[in-house]
């Protein structure tokens, strides 16, 4: 349901991607694995339009994203959790929450139906929400940063380094949330350093390294791969 073919991007003389391509399918957990600096968030940002890729083709169903402006891609069914969460720390955990339905033109009730979908998922942001998003944990941050991209109701999420700087008991929690997310019919697209979680929670996977696909395939061969278990799996 999503594809980047060929993409290249490059920030002035840095070279972040060359010649990328994945695919997503309908219903999969797809995961990205690769070190620092190997262009996983640049795939991202190129496919939901915040950067530019300088050839290749990103579409999603049949549409070209391309030539979408990142507002228009949100509005077709596909988000972005950016690494690091970027939730606004100053804004009430609510307020996050209806920054997430932005390119949604919800009723009162639909907007209030969807605060309360986030809120069973996770009670602690009900309590929580007059207070600034600031104020939360890390764990706590990242589940608000999953609900705001859920709040737009999307077909497709790209989640980008969520267990990034989390505890192990939090990790889990994490990506349990993931994998209900995808049961509920979202597709996803799991960006990880933390190669390990991702594979095991993921259907299919890409390797990148230096900016290109080095290897891809089913998670339990990657995961048996001895290549990647000597650079990603700690041996
Ligand atoms: N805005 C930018 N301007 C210049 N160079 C950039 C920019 N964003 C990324 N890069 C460079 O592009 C390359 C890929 O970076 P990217 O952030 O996509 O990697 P990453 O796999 O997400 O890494 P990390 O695991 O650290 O998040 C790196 O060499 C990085 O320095
Ligand atoms: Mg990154």
Redesign the pocket.
Known sequence: MLKAENVN?S??Q????TNVSIELKEGEIVAII????????????SIMGD?RATSGKITYLDKNLGKMRPHEIVKAGVVYVP?GRQVFAKLSVQDNLEMGAYCRNYSKAELNRHYEEAYTMFPILKDRRKQMAGSLSGGQQQMLALCRGLMSDPKVMLL??PSLGLAPIIVDEVFETIKSINTRGISVIL?E?NAYMALETSARGYV?EN?EVILSGPSNELLNNPGVKAAYLGG
């Not at 840095?14 to 991607?17: M, N, P, Q, S, T």
Request: net charge neutral; charged share 20%.
């Open positions: 991007v920030f002035g840095v070279r972040a991607l690769g070190a620092n600096g190997a262009g996983k968030s640049s795939l991202m940002r950067v690494e980008d380094e960006v350093q990148l900016g």
